[in-house]
């Protein structure tokens, strides 16, 4: 098992930047692929980066790519998400999760477990 904690929300102006942090606890953190996720008010959780065990491959939402990079450290135990050219429509509340089934690159938030508690992320216009 792991324990995912967010840190590093923010409240910026349109055109920022910003960094996520995702640190996790226990041992098993390298060996999973992970993800981020988002949540506006009123919407579904929304897919927006995941990176797979060692970091060699990536995948990313169309909403924010060339934005938008996630990265980890596995010496660290953390994963990192860093939001550039931030826009008011990425204001939500950002969780990091594990991907825990269903095939590498998925975008279902139901194939990722051990979720954050999420940070919020508000971005004004």
């Known amino acids: 098992q792991v324990q995912l904690v967010e840190s590093g929300g923010v409240l910026v102006q349109a055109g920022n930047s910003a960094r996520l942090s995702c640190a996790a606890s226990?041992?098993?953190?390298?060996?999973?692929?992970m993800g981020w996720f988002r949540q506006a008010p009123g919407k579904d959780r929304e897919f927006v980066a995941a990176?797979?065990?060692?970091?060699?491959?990536?995948y990313t939402a169309d909403s924010v790519k060339g934005r938008f990079t996630i990265s980890r450290d596995n010496a660290k135990n953390t994963m990192y998400l860093q939001m550039n050219s931030l826009k008011p429509e990425d204001t939500a509340v950002y969780y990091c999760?594990?991907?825990?089934?269903?095939?590498?690159?998925?975008?279902?938030?139901?194939?990722?477990?051990?979720w954050g508690q999420g940070t919020q992320v508000t971005v004004s216009s």
């Open positions: 226990g041992r098993m953190f390298s060996s999973y692929h």
């Open positions: 999760a594990a991907h825990i089934k269903g095939r590498w690159g998925t975008v279902l938030p139901t194939d990722y477990g051990y």
């Open positions: 990176i797979n065990w060692n970091g060699d491959s990536r």
